[in-house]
């Protein structure tokens, strides 16, 4: 299995509360994704990063910021998380872009 | 936009038996084709990826075929068993410039009843 840890794993916050997710990796991958999972949708893409301080907006990036000083960690954030953002969120990561991407386990996270 | 369809969204076998899943997708303009597995409260498992150049791959009992002019893919699954049971999902990435998003489809819940 592809070295990627998320945490925390299960989160319950209230509307209006900060909330950062963390992904880490070990296997020095330079491409590093956050997708929402939900029913009915499937899975899509938040952000995602293509380096150290690079990263770009995905399908679904309003309510939602990353960042990523070291390659190994990309942060994902919900400034002020709604419930409408609760999901499942998974971060992936890939060698390169054309190479296939990695999962974790997921953080399962609910805002009440 | 690019969508990605899965059907049927529920199948179940015996087991032992062989089976294909079925992925379409509406624009042929893709770099590659990646097949993945999920099971209940878990991350998904990469099976096999295609890149666009590609017609099939092969990995131990799995078969992944792409024909991008007619935007299809199918996984062929042979002498399937009750381990093999999961949610199945393909997803397409585009060709274009800066095109590093995945589109998914909903996926296939296959079970292999014993």
């Known amino acids: 299995d592809a070295g990627i840890t998320q945490s925390p794993r299960h989160k319950v916050t209230e509307t209006g509360t900060p909330v950062t997710l963390r992904c880490h990796q070990t296997?020095?991958?330079?491409?590093m994704y956050w997708y929402r999972q939900d029913p009915g949708h499937g899975l899509r893409l938040i952000h995602y990063?293509?380096?150290?301080?690079?990263?770009d907006k995905g399908e679904v990036s309003d309510g939602y910021s990353v960042s990523r000083s070291k390659t190994e960690d990309f942060l994902l954030t919900l400034e002020s998380a709604t419930s409408s953002q609760t999901s499942v969120y998974f971060c992936?990561?890939?060698?390169?872009?054309?190479?296939?991407?990695?999962f974790g386990d997921g953080t399962r996270l609910s805002i009440l | 936009k690019q969508e990605v369809t899965q059907i049927p969204a529920a199948l179940s076998v015996p087991e032992g038996e062989n089976l294909v899943l079925n992925c379409s997708f509406t624009?042929?303009?893709?770099?590659?084709l990646q097949w993945f597995r999920q099971d209940p409260g878990k991350g998904l498992t990469s099976l096999l990826l295609?890149?666009?150049?590609?017609r099939e791959q092969t990995s131990g009992r799995l078969n992944a075929s792409l024909d991008k002019s007619s935007g299809r893919s199918t996984l062929y699954i042979a002498a399937s068993q009750p381990g093999d049971s999961a949610t199945y999902l393909c997803a397409v990435r585009g060709s274009g410039a800066g095109s590093y998003q995945l589109t998914f489809g909903k996926g296939t819940k296959l079970s292999v009843i014993p």
């Open positions: 992936a990561i890939s060698e390169s872009a054309g190479q296939p991407q990695h």
């Open positions: 990063s293509y380096g150290v301080k690079d990263t």
């Open positions: 296997e020095n991958h330079r491409y």
């Open positions: 295609i890149q666009s150049s590609q």
């Open positions: 624009d042929s303009a893709i770099y590659n």
